[in-house]
Every structure is written in structure tokens, then in C-alpha cells.
């Protein structure tokens, strides 16, 4: 009988290990999703304003004399090429 019980305590060890196992990468699994799912609101976010703030550039924006922030032309270039789809981020 102990050999059966012995073979028995060998399988629920293993059995453990892997239940274990699984909850863990389950565990490092659920993490990773909250961090995609906010990351996901985040751009939402993002596309919200920019589109927001485009909707407050007048169409004939680029005729008149830009403010004179350095950074507002680039601004204005990365809404353009959001708005034809052909932004590449540039590093």
C-alpha cells in the first residue's frame, strides 16, 4: 500500500508544481494586460485631443503667421501627416 501512496505523493507534487506554475504565468499574464489595456486608454486619449485640437486649427492656418512657440510647427506637421496617414516617428 505505502508504494501506492508514495507514487501518489509523487504525482500531486507534480501536478502542484505545474498548478503553480500556470498561476503564476497567469498572474504575470493579467499584469501585462492591465498594462496594454492603459496603455489603450492612454492613445484613446491622445487621438481624442489631437483631434479635438485639430478641429480648433483653422483650415487656412497655414496662411497666417505662426505664433512663436519653436515647437508649433512641428506640431502642426504631425497633425498634417496624422491627417494623411503617413506619420513616421522620427527618433
Same mark, same amino acid.
Given at each position: 500500500?505505502?508504494? !501506492?501512496?508514495?507514487? =501518489?505523493?509523487?504525482? $500531486?507534487?507534480?501536478?502542484?508544481?505545474? @498548478?503553480?506554475?500556470?498561476? #503564476?504565468? +497567469?498572474?504575470? !499574464?493579467?499584469?501585462? =494586460?492591465?498594462?496594454? $489595456?492603459?496603455?489603450?486608454?492612454?492613445? @484613446?486619449?491622445?487621438?481624442? #485631443?489631437? +483631434?479635438?485640437?485639430?478641429?480648433?486649427?483653422?483650415?487656412?492656418?497655414?496662411?497666417?503667421?505662426?505664433?512663436?512657440?519653436?515647437?508649433?510647427?512641428?506640431?502642426?506637421?504631425?497633425?498634417?501627416?496624422?491627417?494623411?496617414?503617413?506619420?513616421?516617428?522620427?527618433?
Amino acid at each position: 500500500m505505502q508504494p !501506492l501512496l508514495d507514487a =501518489l505523493g509523487i504525482q $500531486e507534487g507534480a501536478a502542484r508544481a505545474v @498548478a503553480d506554475d500556470l498561476r #503564476t504565468q +497567469i498572474e504575470e !499574464l493579467q499584469a501585462r =494586460l492591465r498594462e496594454a $489595456e492603459t496603455h489603450l486608454e492612454h492613445l @484613446a486619449i491622445t487621438r481624442k #485631443t489631437v +483631434i479635438t485640437l485639430a478641429d480648433r486649427i483653422p483650415a487656412h492656418a497655414g496662411s497666417r503667421d505662426l505664433p512663436e512657440h519653436p515647437d508649433y510647427p512641428c506640431i502642426l506637421d504631425i497633425l498634417t501627416e496624422a491627417d494623411t496617414g503617413s506619420f513616421t516617428r522620427k527618433q
